[in-house]
């Protein structure tokens, strides 16, 4: 699977190393709705943390989509709500 | 669904629409191009910008060090002259400078952050802009109309995910260094308005003003007072001056007058 952080770039890695995935996007994903600053911190920290131990840089000239997208590791929580809604996004 | 596959479905999303505009995909492919040369273009000034913002912190930090030491020195001379309420003035003033340069120097890391990121994503869309320049010409050499759609969607989905994610670090770059030359614009104009060097309004500030007349001051005492040693020294040594010779005077001798024979 193919995930991009943010500031980055893309890193290649098996979906399977990451078992806390799911637990940690549902942490961030609370933390976002009420708004907890810690737990998104925490989840999102070791959520990059993963990405960089398991995952393999992908190649410049290699052009493929992302199956997930992370924010960087200075997003605050929101940066991320402001990322989530379609306009604030992306520039352009 | 999770966030952060959202958060890629948005990225894609903003792909397909700028695909969709295009009825060729050959021309997909240079409209693509044109927009990864334009965002290098604009992560380059965005460097440049940073780094302009960043030398003009470090420019302000040495002034206010500048006048920190000056402080500092003329605290040492005030002490040196009993004057410790002058010495404690220019000790608070140096304290309030010693703030503002330790909250600088905040700021000037957080720009060379901000540089060091903006660096490295250049560097990084440089690459990716050089292989897709590359992979453009192959897919134009051997286009064929069935195949190219999916290797020119391929092609751009992936590197549009790229102009995006770097776009925002631009982005993020640019509204934090916007953030930081309002504050530094501030400091230059505390620096501009001499408040740091003339309260006085007489070229000096107030401290060396003080220190000054103390010194002028002390300075006219001192030729008095070597006036006053020489004028009371006067008397023992002018007299021997004024005194004259013996009073003796040699009456001339006559001619005696030559009997004529």
Do not use: C, W
């Not at chain 2, 997909?28 to 912190?57: C, F, H, M, N, P």
């Amino acid at each position: 699977m193919i995930i991009r952080i943010l500031g980055e770039g893309q890193y290649e890695l098996d979906a399977e190393k990451l078992t806390d995935l799911n637990d940690l996007d549902r942490a961030v994903e609370h933390a976002i709705t009420v708004g907890d600053v810690e737990e998104f911190r925490t989840a999102l920290t070791r959520l990059l943390a993963e990405v960089h131990e398991f995952g393999t840089p992908v190649a410049g000239d290699v052009f493929t989509e992302s199956d997930l997208v992370l924010p960087p590791s200075d997003a605050t929580l929101d940066d991320v709500k402001e990322m989530l809604t379609d306009d604030g996004l992306l520039p352009g | 669904m999770g966030v952060f596959s959202r958060m890629s479905l948005i990225f894609r999303s903003k792909a397909n629409k700028a695909m969709d505009k295009m009825e060729d995909p050959r021309e997909t492919l240079d409209y693509s191009y044109t927009k990864q040369l334009e965002l290098l273009q604009k992560v380059r000034r965005g460097v440049a910008d940073v780094a302009t913002s960043r030398k003009r912190i470090e420019l302000q930090i040495a002034r206010l060090k500048q006048e920190s030491d000056k402080l500092h020195d003329q605290a040492q001379k005030a002490l040196a002259m009993s004057r410790e309420d002058l010495a404690r003035e220019a000790l608070t003033r140096r304290s309030g400078l010693e703030q503002q340069i330790s909250d600088l120097g905040a700021q000037h890391a957080a720009l060379q952050g901000e540089e060091e990121k903006l660096t490295l994503a250049a560097q990084r869309l440089q690459a990716k802009v050089e292989a897709f320049r590359t992979k453009k010409e192959t897919i134009k050499a051997t286009y064929t109309a069935a195949q190219a759609q999916t290797s020119v969607t391929e092609a751009v989905t992936g590197i549009s995910e790229e102009l995006g994610d770097v776009g925002m670090a631009v982005q993020r770059a640019e509204d934090r260094t916007a953030e930081l030359q309002a504050r530094a614009g501030a400091v230059d104009e505390l620096l501009a308005s001499g408040a740091l060097e003339d309260v006085t309004g007489t070229g000096k500030d107030d401290i060396t003003a003080e220190l000054e007349r103390m010194a002028s001051t002390s300075d006219v005492e001192l030729e008095l007072q070597r006036m006053k040693t020489e004028l009371t020294a006067g008397p023992s040594a002018s007299t021997a001056a004024i005194e004259g010779g013996d009073g003796s005077a040699e009456p001339a001798a006559s001619d005696t007058e030559e009997p004529t024979p």
